[in-house]
């Protein structure tokens, strides 16, 4: 069985900072925060699958989620709304399938969510659901199938925006070496929930602090790496 685990600290694209036990005093920041994380995700994938299973997990922590149920056709232009909710939560969660690449609407939020990360401190966790990191990172296998289509594609219109979406997907690639293969994926499932919920915590979200799980900072940060 092959192993599954998280680097927290790379996963996040940032060093976690440390947290005052005193849950009651936050500062609220100026941008307004209808949500606190962003699921990106390849909806033919995994929409009713591992990323539904995901949002439900995580608005029963009360951690407010978006989750976009459009799907979106090859080629046709990604929602001014859709992009303009990335503005929004403090943290994003890629969820790296199989055929990610293969959507356009997917590299167009992707490409949005590493300009967040780098212009906001946006916390951005990638999750390599049953793919190999080194496929995502390399771009081989079908990640290399779908920017051939793109080239192909683009190459008459924008071939820069095609560069851009490899450029963000090895940005994000490269924040985490970890993935779920094989293994129990509610145990997965659990310890990525607790980190978000870690992670919201030291960065003052409004989440209450009687849904934090007692043992929150600990499996987050110590247990997650041999958790499975």
Same mark, same amino acid.
């Given at each position: 069985?092959?192993?599954?685990?998280?680097?927290?600290?790379?996963?996040?694209?940032?060093?976690?900072?440390?947290?005052?036990?005193?849950?009651?005093?936050?500062?609220?920041?100026?941008?307004?925060?209808?949500?606190?994380?962003?699921?990106?995700?390849?909806?033919?994938? &995994?929409?009713?699958?591992?990323? /539904?299973?995901?949002? !439900?997990?995580?608005? $029963?922590?009360? =951690?407010?989620?978006? %989750?976009?149920?459009?799907?979106?056709?090859?080629?046709?232009?990604?929602?001014?709304?859709?992009?303009?909710?990335?503005?929004?939560?403090?943290?994003?969660?890629?969820?790296?399938?199989?055929?990610?690449?293969?959507?356009?609407?997917?590299?167009?939020?992707?490409?949005?969510?590493?300009?967040?990360?780098?212009?906001?401190?946006?916390?951005?966790?990638?999750?390599?659901?049953?793919?190999?990191?080194?496929?995502?990172?390399?771009?081989?296998? &079908?990640?290399?199938?779908?920017? /051939?289509?793109?080239? !192909?594609?683009?190459? $008459?219109?924008? =071939?820069?925006?095609? %560069?851009?979406?490899?450029?963000?997907?090895?940005?994000?690639?490269?924040?985490?070496?970890?993935?779920?293969?094989?293994?129990?994926?509610?145990?997965?499932?659990?310890?990525?929930?607790?980190?978000?919920?870690?992670?919201?915590?030291?960065?003052?979200?409004?989440?209450?602090?009687?849904?934090?799980?007692?043992?929150?900072?600990?499996?987050?940060?110590?247990?997650?790496?041999?958790?499975?």
């Amino acid at each position: 069985m092959a192993s599954t685990t998280i680097n927290v600290q790379s996963a996040l694209g940032t060093s976690l900072s440390s947290t005052s036990n005193d849950s009651s005093t936050w500062s609220e920041p100026q941008i307004c925060r209808e949500y606190d994380v962003f699921l990106n995700f390849r909806g033919e994938d &995994t929409r009713y699958t591992f990323t /539904d299973h995901l949002y !439900n997990a995580l608005v $029963d922590k009360c =951690i407010r989620t978006f %989750k976009d149920n459009e799907e979106l056709a090859y080629g046709k232009p990604i929602k001014r709304e859709l992009l303009d909710a990335i503005d929004k939560p403090r943290m994003a969660v890629i969820i790296l399938s199989k055929d990610y690449a293969s959507s356009t609407w997917c590299l167009e939020e992707l490409a949005k969510i590493v300009e967040r990360m780098e212009d906001r401190g946006m916390r951005v966790l990638p999750i390599f659901y049953h793919v190999d990191p080194r496929d995502v990172q390399n771009q081989t296998e &079908t990640f290399a199938s779908a920017f /051939d289509e793109h080239g !192909n594609h683009f190459k $008459d219109q924008n =071939i820069e925006k095609v %560069k851009m979406w490899r450029d963000a997907l090895k940005r994000v690639a490269n924040l985490s070496e970890h993935y779920l293969k094989d293994g129990s994926q509610s145990k997965f499932m659990k310890s990525i929930v607790q980190l978000i919920l870690c992670e919201l915590r030291e960065t003052h979200s409004n989440v209450d602090g009687d849904n934090l799980l007692v043992e929150t900072n600990y499996l987050a940060k110590e247990e997650i790496h041999g958790i499975f």
